[in-house]
């Protein structure tokens, strides 16, 4: 639509002038100030040029809308004679007839032409003259004078003038239509107030603001017009109507947005139109408007929805005179057609959102499907539809009123409608299905583009349900599978899912063994047993366990149980929480046997009517530091009620706290899980013990000797891996982990040299293991084996005390799971003896003293000494360190003897102390009691439980001391109920039997005796401290010392005491060429008590067998006992070996002086 501007020429003036005026419409950007109301603009205004005829403005009916706007005559005449002759006539008749139009403007363009020469434009201006004379005051004259022929200037006026008028006549025709408005509205309380001619202004004033495409205020109209019809017909009735409608041919299939159908507005006109046609031309009219506007594709949807909806209420309302089946009829068509011209429109403008248009697109094909079921349903086509009507319902769509009954005879729907395409459908079971699948498939692929998932399963679902009602149950079953219906459990669509599974089950049934239920059989019986088992009877609740149970001896049978959740091939194989069972935890019970395995309890509900069998449960539980326990069962049988359940866990090697993380009832194969905390149930955590160390660790520093000045140092550090269980082959091997948590660092390393010692005595194997990001793998090991290495660790030189160490080692367990053992040990850098040695030369030989040192809080005992790497000498030993003991800061001395015996003598020796620390032969020595103890009373179960509660009672530092001095510990006896709680999570049967055997062990063994435990020997590993050292041998030994020359009564201060200072050679070698030895001697004196008076340093030679004597004055200058200055004698000559000895020197006592101080300076002279 637009305004139309009709034009008349007196020649050929519009042929000219066309391609310039259509080349300039439509108009952008129009500003219209309607009455004097606020600004507005109007984006595009479209005009249509009409050439002007008389009978192009036939009568109207008062109210009636016209687009015509303004009338153009144009005229180019340049000869005034023929103007007065001719074209003056033209303008009058044309005048006449346009000239009376209410609202419209005229306006005569005259166009003068530019390559006219005459003097002073005498000719042009006179028929413009004329022209402005005769009609200037009757009508709107232009005068268009344009520079050269193809001037664009003359257009900016034409248009500006043009526009000017097509916005007053608009103006003209609202301020019209809007008093007439008024004036009907005012009149609406009274009587014979009529809405159709209401409904007529509005209607023409909605009209008229569509020709000046102002959309918003022309729709306006239209809803303002529907709330007066609800309003009046809520307060007044419709006694302007004539009847409802719905009667004529086509009513129910014909397109709801032709307004040219029907003489709509000549109805209205006559107050002879239905409320059918009144509502249709309303909507029809309003969804126009729409289709012009940017998103109207998508408000015409919306609108639609609701309009079809509301009217298909009112329909039924009055259903009783309308044909069977009309509302659905016209629902399904009008759903279709509205659809059919959305999808034109919207392929024609980019601006749509196709998102939402789908959605919106989905909601009504799925509206008119359910027209479909319900009609489908009344043919007998599709009688399981679950969105057929109501019995209630259905009545009213019969031809009698009658209720519906599916056996009787009426008119069928092919019968009563009208619409081809349902028509066609209705005939036969094919044509059904074909409609039904492809409104189906469209809708779902639309809610489907608009991210609405879930009613597109709900599609998915109907078409489920007709392949099941036409018994082609591979299909069925193919979709059933294919929908998640656990996700669309929400609040009211249960049943619906219910119908599916239902049916899904149902085909499943037809399809398949029965004796083999497959997965997806299965998957649909738990579903409705875990979420459905309160709607259901007992009967159906039992078919379906039945169906579980099954399953399950399938998997019974085949032994593959442990493998069943893995393998599971369900569609939907993974459940959480089914209600149809109720979990929870009892409590932990740690038990004490050696191989008995701990056990958790569980209290399951089952709340189906029927046994069901349950090949696995398993509960995972996760300590603080991430480790995973698995507990589990086999063949559970739930019966109806409660069912207490205990759980047998894996070994345990790593004690600590742990939480029930989740709980997993494997059934038929498939895994239903049942996370902690559940049910608003709090976490529940439980203590559990270690059963068996996976590994015998030990790891500690061997003796250091590296060079004391350097602050890093390096260290090597001894590592002993045991295995008390057989680990699997794996692709993985097991890697060592070494985590210094202080003061020290592991270097980088390219492999680690491994040994590896068996238990039956068989070769000790040596491996190079590679280390990769920092983790040593480890060689393969059966129980009972050892491997050891030695690792270096550098430290800080001034770090003496312990350090913390972290060690890992990640393997991979019986069950095939990647597991870690994990120990924290603070490592000793100081060795638990400290040993020094002092040499001494004895002739030939040497004498050896070695001091040991404790360095442990725990006594240590000795197990024996000895020297090795020592050729060519005699060892005599002169003491006995065997059982002998060594407390912290005491020393025992060792002496050796050395006597060559003609070989090749060692320069190097070690001393080796073997060593056991005494709570390890108590703790033994109680372990290997207790063993033959239990193994006489056949509980040897509770060997391990027994001996670390024995060990840990007596373990304390008072009894170590107390045994260590006393050589016996009397064990300590227990009151039952302090040991019973230790076992409160044991059976009372298991506590009662441990405190009997506890007792009798206690009365058969009272104490631990020393001598019993050094007469049973082996008991115990004893460590081996090696002590590295030089031995010495000399060729020259001397002997030097000073004393005084004189022995006085008494010595004072300041009085000169004479000295003498011997030097002897006690032994001279054979192999020594010489007779004679230059040497030095240096005495040293404390200047603080003496002044030497003579050479305190001086060379000499001293000879083979005689006696060297060196005489010199001291004076003592402070009071007290003094020890005389020592003396130091070195040789000369770097090539012999000499060794002096120096008696303890001697002791004099010096008194305070009787006199005056006397001040003496001496001069020291050395030589």
């Not at 005699?874 to 070989?903: A, D, R, W, Y």
């Not at 298991?990 to 007469?1015: K, N, T």
Request: a neutral charge.
């Amino acid at each position: 639509m637009g305004v139309v501007v009709t034009f008349a020429d007196s020649a050929t003036v519009w042929f000219e002038i066309e391609p310039q005026v259509t080349a300039r419409v439509p108009l952008k950007g129009v500003t219209w100030l309607q009455n004097g109301r606020q600004q507005r603009l109007i984006e595009s205004l479209e005009m249509r040029f009409v050439p002007f005829r008389a009978d192009l403005f036939p009568p109207l009916l008062p109210g009636t809308p016209t687009p015509f706007a303004v009338h153009l005559f144009l005229v180019n005449e340049e000869d005034s004679e023929r103007y007065k002759s001719a074209v003056k006539k033209q303008i009058a008749d044309w005048l006449a007839i346009v000239g009376p139009k209410k609202s419209q403007e005229c306006l005569i363009v005259y166009f003068s032409n530019p390559n006219k020469k005459d003097a002073r434009g005498f000719l042009n201006s006179s028929v413009a003259d004329r022209i402005k004379a005769d009609y200037g005051q009757k009508t709107n004259v232009l005068i268009l004078k344009p520079v050269h022929p193809k001037d664009p200037t003359i257009w900016n006026d034409f248009f500006a003038k043009l526009r000017e008028l097509i916005l007053s006549s608009f103006n003209a025709k609202l301020a019209v239509y809007e008093e007439d408005i008024r004036r009907l509205d005012s009149q609406r309380l009274l009587p014979g107030w009529n809405y159709c001619q209401f409904f007529i202004m509005k209607d023409g004033s909605a009209c008229t603001y569509e020709y000046l495409n102002v959309i918003d205020d022309a729709l306006l109209q239209y809803d303002e017009l529907e709330a007066a019809f609800f309003q009046n017909l809520l307060e007044q009735g419709a006694p302007w109507f004539q009847s409802f409608g719905g009667n004529e041919p086509g009513d129910d299939s014909h397109s709801i947005l032709n307004v040219n159908r029907k003489p709509y507005r000549d109805r209205i006109l006559q107050n002879t139109i239905s409320i059918f046609d009144f509502r249709i031309y309303l909507f029809a009219r309003q969804i126009s408007l729409l289709f012009q506007i940017a998103h109207g594709v998508v408000e015409t949807c919306i609108r639609a929805k609701k309009f079809i909806s509301s009217f298909a209420r009112t329909l039924r309302e009055y259903s009783a005179g309308l044909v069977p089946h009309f509302t659905e009829s016209w629902v399904y068509t009008s759903c279709m057609c509205v659809i059919a011209q959305c999808d034109e429109r919207a392929a024609a403008m980019e601006s749509t959102d196709l998102t939402v248009y789908a959605g919106l697109r989905a909601e009504l094909l799925q509206y008119a499907r359910l027209q479909l079921d319900i009609l489908g349903a009344c043919a007998g086509l599709f009688t399981s539809s679950i969105h057929k009507m109501p019995d209630d319902e259905l009545s009213t769509v019969t031809a009698s009123g009658d209720s519906y009954d599916a056996n009787a005879a009426i008119a069928t729907p092919s019968e009563s409608v009208t619409n081809p395409d349902l028509k066609k459908a209705l005939e036969t079971e094919a044509d059904f299905d074909a409609l039904y699948l492809s409104l189906s498939e469209r809708a779902i692929k639309d809610f489907e583009t608009s991210q609405r998932k879930r009613t597109a399963l709900i599609l998915k679902g109907d078409i489920a349900s007709l392949h099941f009602h036409r018994k082609r149950f591979k299909e069925a079953a193919a979709i059933c599978a294919s929908v998640p219906t656990r996700s669309t459990l929400h609040e009211g669509w249960e049943k619906m899912d219910q119908i599916m599974l239902q049916q899904l089950i149902q085909c499943l049934n037809a399809i398949e063994q029965p004796e083999k239920p497959s997965p997806m059989l299965v998957d649909a019986s738990l579903k409705l047993l875990g979420d459905a088992w309160v709607r259901l009877s007992a009967e159906d609740l039992g078919g379906y366990v039945d169906i579980v149970n099954r399953a399950s001896a399938v998997i019974v049978d085949n032994g593959a149980v442990a493998k069943a959740a893995e393998n599971s091939k369900g569609p939907n194989s993974e459940f959480v929480n089914l209600s149809c069972f109720h979990v929870s935890i009892s409590r932990f019970i740690n038990r004490v046997g050696n191989e008995e395995p701990h056990e958790l309890e569980l209290r399951i509900e089952n709340r189906l009517p029927k046994m069901m069998d349950v090949p696995s449960i398993k509960a995972t539980m996760i300590s603080k530091d991430s480790t995973v326990l698995v507990c589990g069962a086999e063949l559970v049988k739930l019966e109806p009620g409660e069912n207490i359940v205990r759980l047998k866990c894996a070994i345990v090697t790593t004690p600590g706290t742990y939480s029930v993380e989740k709980i997993i009832l494997t059934i038929s194969g498939v895994p239903i899980t049942y996370p902690v905390p559940f049910n608003r149930v709090r976490k529940t955590s439980f203590e559990v013990k270690r059963q068996l160390e996976a590994f015998e660790f030990s790891a500690r520093f061997l003796p250091s000797f590296d060079d004391s000045s350097k602050k890093i140092t390096r260290r090597v550090l001894l590592i002993r891996i045991g295995s008390k269980i057989t680990f699997p082959s794996s692709d993985a091997p097991a890697t060592l982990g070494i985590i210094p948590i202080s003061l020290a660092t592991v270097p980088p390393m390219q492999t680690v040299k491994f040994k590896t010692t068996r238990e039956d005595g068989g070769p000790v194997r040596d491996d190079d293991m590679p280390v990769t990001n920092r983790l040593i793998q480890i060689p393969e090991f059966r129980a009972g084996d050892t491997v050891s290495c030695l690792v270096p660790i550098t430290v800080d030189k001034n770090h003496v005390s312990g350090i913390d160490m972290k060690f890992v080692i990640q393997y991979v367990g019986s069950d095939g799971k990647e597991r870690a053992f994990s120990k924290i040990d603070c490592l000793r850098l100081l060795p638990p003896l400290k040993c020094t040695h002092k040499m001494v030369p004895h002739g030939l030989g040497t004498l050896i003293q070695f001091k040991l040192e404790g360095n442990s809080d725990v006594p240590l005992r000795l197990d024996g000494t000895s020297l090795s790497g020592i050729s060519g000498y005699e060892v005599k030993s002169f003491c006995k360190s065997e059982n002998m003991l060594i407390f912290k800061n005491h020393s025992v001395n060792l002496v050796f003897q050395l006597e060559p015996n003609g070989g090749d003598a060692s320069q190097k020796a070690v001393l080796n102390v073997k060593y056991h620390p005494v709570s390890e032969e108590m703790s033994s020595h109680i372990s290997e009691a207790l063993r033959k103890f239990l193994e006489e009373k056949g509980k040897l179960k509770y060997s391990q439980f027994l001996s670390k509660y024995l060990t840990r009672v007596t373990q304390s530092m008072r009894d170590i001391l107390t045994y260590s001095f006393t050589g016996r510990l009397d064990l300590p006896t227990e009151s039952m109920d302090a040991f019973k709680n230790m076992l409160l999570m044991e059976e009372k049967s298991v506590a009662d039997d441990l405190w009997d055997l506890f007792s009798s062990f206690v009365q058969r063994c009272p104490s631990i005796s020393s001598s019993d435990v050094l007469a049973a020997k082996g008991l115990v590993d004893a460590s081996s401290l090696p002590y590295g050292f030089d031995i010495e041998r000399h060729q020259i030994v001397l002997s030097a010392g000073v004393l005084p020359v004189h022995t006085l009564p008494d010595y004072r201060v300041g009085s000169v005491i004479s000295c003498v200072l011997t030097v002897n050679a006690t032994f001279w070698s054979d192999d020594v060429a010489s007779e004679s030895l230059e040497v030095t001697y240096d005495i040293s004196a404390d200047n603080r008590r003496w002044i030497v008076s003579g050479l305190s340093r001086r060379r000499f030679s001293i000879k083979k067998g005689e006696v060297s004597e060196f005489r010199f004055d001291l004076m003592a200058i402070s009071a007290g006992k003094l020890l005389l200055p020592l003396v130091k004698v070195a040789s000369v000559q770097p090539s012999v070996s000499v060794y002096c000895s120096y008696p303890r020197s001697e002791e004099i006592l010096v008194l305070p002086s009787e006199t005056e101080t006397v001040r003496v300076q001496w001069e020291t002279m050395a030589v």
